[in-house]
């Protein structure tokens, strides 16, 4: 049998399917559908220093294979996550990593010291440096020299390991994830969602309160899949695959680009068993073509 | 607890109103759903759409469960298409439910549009469990006769039933409320003191209306709320509502029509 276990980190991951940040919560509503463990990890929504209200509604709105989301990082903070949500995940034993967003640079290394605490149950800490929906939100990611900066810092404020997730709204997002290496980051997620925007002809209105938000779903995987491939050529840390990943051929496709690992968003929306069924499809797939683990696949496209 | 089900169709057909009953064998949500439960059909529809579509629980009997729909847009036309002996994927039970009344109180049911599923299955439990029916006033709104759903159905429950036809063409003219309105200025409040209480569903506006409704005649009223589902179990954030939160530094935040509702105190909501 094809042992699905990776190393990202030094941190041994039972296997590459995990779930992305915004789209699984904190885990208690999908642990009715399945049990966590069974996943690589789950990466929490946004945590922020202080707790978010979220924008009003309308915060999302269909389109043609994806969807838009501005929900402006909607959470109780760190302190509520500490004491409260915590709790949950430590007792699914469900590798568990951290997302979390500052308004500056100084509040990510706040957000860091303050899981250092808890590290026996964090696996490790994923920095939204890309959500497009609160102001600032696209600033570090787009500029690579303070890119490099807020990771150097965020490392200097932790010993866990630092994945930076990435924004695709960037003319070079190779420059950026070369900054974010040289800062000194684990590993890299990739993508955020694509800023979008729809509107409403009848009313005139645009279908999201905060007039842009997030583009996700099938709609933006081959933008992801050549981000991922391009930036695969050009740093030596793990990247973490994510955009518009629906069955295990997609994911599969994802690792042929570089990805170690892969995570599941706006899949989990339409099917609450999504991952599993990614994960049971991957391994399938890994054992029928003879491989011994997903690793030997990493980066193999023949381009 | 909900889970992901592949239910055989028994049926799916028009009936009054322009609306469609639906009737899917589901043995494990017809025994554990309660009144303001929804379900999650996912229908496959031209235009690539990924969401599921939500539809409250109308009624169950042993093994099957029922939803009546109106044909709204893609999602709902695609699912009018569907014969007997398809099979549809679905999420369910999910949601919260109504909180059930004493068996003293003088029970008012507003509903408009597609709000009457709900309201039908709360009063079906309700007569079921032996709550008088004389106590039980339903109020069926629509723009006019022939779009006003499930009004025999609701009438053979036996309880007081009022049409409310914005053309006048059939019972009370008026928008739903106005014969709500009507019915609780009738009431002696003096004699009848407030054990009375309102469960609504139907369109934000008509909603609104219900909470001042409540609001104005000091009865306890609880709303079903609606709102575009991307998951229906909590997971995403994308179907909030505004409503009070006395623990918020600003006084009210932001809850999940699909985890935290659709069942609202109508004093809770907030409405811009
Ligand atoms: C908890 C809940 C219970 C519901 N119960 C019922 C029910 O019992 N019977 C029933 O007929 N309908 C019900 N609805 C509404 C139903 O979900 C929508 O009519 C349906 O999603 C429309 O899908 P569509 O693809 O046909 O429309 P689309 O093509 O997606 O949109 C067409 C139009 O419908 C509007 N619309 C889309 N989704 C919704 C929605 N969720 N609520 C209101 N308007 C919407 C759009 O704004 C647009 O104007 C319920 C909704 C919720 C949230
Ligand atoms: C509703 C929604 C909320 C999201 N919230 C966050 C978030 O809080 N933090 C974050 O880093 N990414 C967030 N994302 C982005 C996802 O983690 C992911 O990067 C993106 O959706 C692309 O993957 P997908 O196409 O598989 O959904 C969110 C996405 C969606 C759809
Ligand atoms: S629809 Fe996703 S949280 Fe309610």
Redesign the pocket.
């Known amino acids: 049998m094809t042992d699905l276990s990776i190393q990202i980190a030094g941190h041994k991951y039972a296997n590459p399917v995990w779930l992305?940040?915004?789209?699984c919560a904190y885990g208690r509503e999908l642990a009715d559908y399945f049990p966590l463990s069974s996943l690589g990890a789950i990466?929490t929504?946004?945590i922020t220093l202080e707790p978010r209200l979220g924008h009003p509604s309308p915060?999302?709105f269909e389109t043609p294979s994806?969807?838009l989301?501005a929900?402006g990082?909607q959470?109780d903070g760190i302190r509520d996550f500490i004491s409260n949500k915590i709790k949950f995940l430590g007792q699914h034993r469900a590798d568990l990593i951290v997302?979390i967003?500052g308004k500056s640079i100084s509040e990510y290394c706040q957000l860091c010291e303050q899981l250092t605490g808890i590290s026996d149950i964090i696996s490790a800490i994923?920095l939204?440096m890309?959500?497009p929906?609160v102001s600032n939100g696209l600033e570090f990611s787009k500029n690579a020299e303070l890119a490099e900066q807020l990771v150097k810092m965020a490392r200097k404020s932790t010993h866990l390991p630092l994945i930076a997730?990435l924004s695709p709204n960037v003319s070079n997002i190779v420059e950026i994830a070369q900054a974010v290496e040289q800062g000194g980051a684990d590993a890299i997620?990739?993508?955020?969602?694509l800023v979008g925007m729809a509107v409403d002809i009848e009313t005139f209105k645009p279908r999201l309160s905060n007039v842009t938000g997030?583009l996700?779903?099938?709609?933006?995987?081959p933008v992801?899949l050549a981000m991922v491939y391009r930036t695969y050529q050009q740093i030596k840390i793990p990247i973490i695959g994510?955009?518009?990943?629906?069955n295990y051929k997609d994911a599969i496709e994802f690792m042929l680009c570089g990805a170690q690992a892969v995570?599941?968003?706006?899949?989990n929306?339409v099917n609450p068993m999504a991952s599993i069924e990614i994960l049971n499809g991957m391994q399938n797939w890994l054992q029928e073509k003879g491989y011994d683990s997903p690793s030997e696949i990493v980066g193999k496209v023949e381009a | 607890m909900p889970a992901v089900y592949q239910l055989p169709i028994v049926s799916n057909i028009e009936v009054r109103g322009g609306a469609y009953l639906l009737t899917l064998e589901a043995p494990e949500i017809a025994h554990s759903c309660a009144p303001g439960n929804f379900i999650q059909i996912k229908i496959n529809f031209p235009g690539n759409g990924l969401w599921r579509r939500p539809f409250s629980i109308l009624d169950t009997d042993r093994n099957n469960i029922r939803v009546l729909y109106k044909t709204l847009g893609r999602g709902t036309a695609a699912l009018a298409e569907f014969k007997a002996g398809g099979v549809l994927n679905i999420i369910g039970p999910l949601g919260n439910c109504f909180s059930n009344p004493d068996n003293d109180t003088t029970v008012l049911l507003i509903g408009g549009g597609i709000g009457i599923p709900p309201l039908y299955y709360l009063t079906k439990r309700l007569t079921e469990s032996g709550f008088p029916r004389q106590s039980i006033h339903f109020f069926n709104g629509a723009s006019d006769y022939d779009s006003l759903t499930y009004l025999e159905e609701t009438s053979e429950l036996g309880i007081n039933v009022y049409a409310v036809t914005e053309d006048g063409s059939m019972g009370i003219k008026g928008v739903v409320t106005d014969g709500a309105r009507q019915f609780l200025s009738g009431v002696d409040n003096s004699i009848d003191p407030p054990k009375k209480r309102i469960f609504a569903c139907g369109p934000a506006q008509m909603l609104k209306a219900v909470s001042k409704l409540a609001a104005q005649f000091n009865v306890k009223g609880e709303i079903a709320m609606e709102a575009l589902m991307?998951c229906g179990f909590g997971i995403?954030?994308?179907c909030v509502i505004k409503v009070a939160d006395p623990c918020s530094s600003c006084h009210y935040s932001f809850k999940r029509v699909c985890q935290d509702g659709p069942i609202f105190n109508a004093s809770d909501i907030i409405w811009d």
């Open positions: 992305a940040s915004g789209t990466v929504k946004t915060r999302v994806g969807m989301n929900i990082l959470n997302n967003a994923e939204n890309s959500c929906n997730k997620s990739m993508i955020n969602t997030g996700s779903g099938p709609a933006i995987k992801a994510i955009g518009g990943i629906m995570q599941v968003g706006t899949a929306f | 991307p995403c954030m994308g």
